[in-house]
């Protein structure tokens, strides 16, 4: 009912404010059915039966009796009390009734669209919930080292259940850039194959509570990745908007895994070598680029 409510009362909104110009009721045709939205009851009228009713009608300000229909713009509360709707500004009118109805801000909000480049990083939604069910899932499936003959480490691409993700996606993603030619098998030194049995190493992506307490005691404040105890934890949110010292969200996403995962291997931070630079991806890019530049690779020359 709540759902069926809701609809009812978003395509009542542009009607009302359609009349608002000459103060009169609106030109769309409306249900004489009542609709209920928890304590609220919107009562619309087919405009061709107010219109037979002649100029005797009832006043808009004055309370509909019982089992009538009220005008057009009318919101009535059980309780009786009446809000004329099309007394007042469209900005104002808005306010009021998503005062009225709270769940209409949310089923107005334009939702953005997921890009193509988010689908290839396993997003299914752009929501960022700070938590979610808290469990670890691996994602099922393996793939070979693309170098056998180097050093090869296994992976294991695990995602925290709840979230809006296509596992199978974050993992082909993630195996993608550590064994690019930039990453950190440059050069035949590693080689990166995939497991979701036990792993040299974990790719974990959570949302910011989980991560919180996978990376502690370091303070990742609901906002950052760590690299510690096996695992390459990634905060979802971050994976979803980026961070603030990052244009390009494929970058961001190319540095946490690198970055992270880096740590795993053995390297600390850098600092940035100079103005104008490319920054090393060991650079804790996230917290602060400049006066570098943004960079996701290991090894950003190589081809």
Known sequence: MLTRGRFRLIALVPAVVLGLGGGAATAMTMTEEPVVIGALQIRAVDEAAEAGEGAGGSDATEAPSEGAPGPVGVAATTDGAIADLTAEPAAMLLQRVEGLV???ATAATPVPPVSAADRMAGLLSLDTPQHADGELVVVPGSSPAPDPSASVRTVRVEVEAGLPVDGERFARLVMGILNNPQGWGHGGALSFARTDGAADLRVVLASPDKIDEMCAPLA??????????????????????????FDDLTVYRQYVVNHEVGHLLGHQHV????????A????????????????????????
């Open 280 to 303: 090393p991806v060991m650079q804790q890019q996230s917290v602060r680029v400049a006066p570098c530049l943004p960079n996701g690779w290991p090894y950003p020359d190589a081809t």
């Open 220 to 245: 990742t404040n609901g906002d950052f990745s760590c690299g510690r105890y096996g695992h390459a934890a990634i905060n979802y949110t971050r994976w979803v908007t980026g961070a603030p010292e």
């Open 271 to 278: 600092s940035c070598p100079g103005a104008g630079e490319v």
């Open 102 to 104: 709270p769940e209409l």
